[in-house]
T-cell receptor, first 114, second 115 residues
Framework: DTEVTQTPKHLVMGMTNKKSLKCEQH?????MYWYKQKAKKPPELMFV???????INESVPSRFSPECPNSSLLNLHLHALQPEDSALYLC?????????????FGPGTRLTVT | DQQVKQNSPSLSVQEGRISILNCDYT??????FLWYKKYPAEGPTFLIS?????DKNEDGRFTVFLNKSAKHLSLHIVPSQPGDSAVYFCAASDAGGTSYGKLTFGQGTILTVHP
């Protein structure tokens, strides 16, 4: 089983809203990732959690706040977003953060900020 | 600075023939390379990977070749099938370092396999 699940599938929010994206994996992976993908562009890394600790923050604005409540769950809290934040948000996991391990991606959440 | 480049935005191939997708990289610290396939409105699907200690890795119809001196890798799909039509991303990481699995992706190549 190499499944990573993400909810919701679609999200429309206003610039003053607060919302959260959720990601779950049950593969026993110890590293989890958030990526952002704009149309016709490759995924860009936002955050890496390794053993439930934030290991990488790619200079992401503070209106995006990640959280890793346990080794299977990863959240992305959204607040005061801008229309240019509209994108596909992808979650991924891998067995370990360091080493030669492939990452498995979820289906993504399509976010639209109005 | 684009560290991973896929110079062909698109590739069209007849069913049953070979598809060859190319990828170049500039960062000599990269030591792990992966190929992903992506359909619209879905997340990328892992296809195959190769570490820098190898020059070839094969999995069914998919073979990845790595030429470290040229900083070039390619994905061969033989035989190509219409269901292979998708966007293919090459990705690289400094797996032996402290990158915590950070993947750097190329821009993608749209593969179309015609029946």
């Amino acid at each position: 089983d190499t499944e990573v699940t993400q909810t919701p599938k679609h999200l429309v929010m206003g610039m003053t809203n607060k919302k959260s994206l959720k990601c779950e994996q049950h593969m026993g992976h110890r590293a989890m990732y958030w990526y952002k993908q704009k149309a016709k562009k490759p995924p860009e890394l936002m955050f890496v959690y390794s053993y439930e600790k934030l290991s990488i923050n790619e200079s992401v604005p503070s209106r995006f706040s990640p959280e890793c409540p346990n080794s299977s769950l990863l959240n992305l809290h959204l607040h005061a977003l801008q229309p240019e934040d509209s994108a596909l948000y992808l979650c991924a996991s891998s067995q370990e953060g360091q080493g030669f391990y492939e990452q498995y991606f979820g289906p993504g959440t399509r976010l639209t900020v109005t | 600075d684009q560290q991973v480049k896929q110079n062909s935005p698109s590739l069209s191939v007849q069913e049953g023939r070979i598809s060859i997708l190319n990828c170049d990289y500039t960062n000599s610290m990269f030591d792990y390379f992966l190929w992903y396939k992506k359909y619209p409105a879905e997340g990328p699907t892992f296809l195959i990977s190769i570490s820098s200690i190898k020059d070839k890795n094969e999995d069914g119809r998919f073979t990845v070749f790595l030429n470290k001196s040229a900083k070039h890798l390619s994905l061969h799909i033989v035989p190509s099938q219409p269901g292979d039509s998708a966007v293919y991303f090459c990705a690289a990481s400094d797996a032996g370092g402290t990158s915590y699995g950070k993947l750097t992706f190329g821009q993608g190549t749209i593969l179309t396999v015609h029946p």
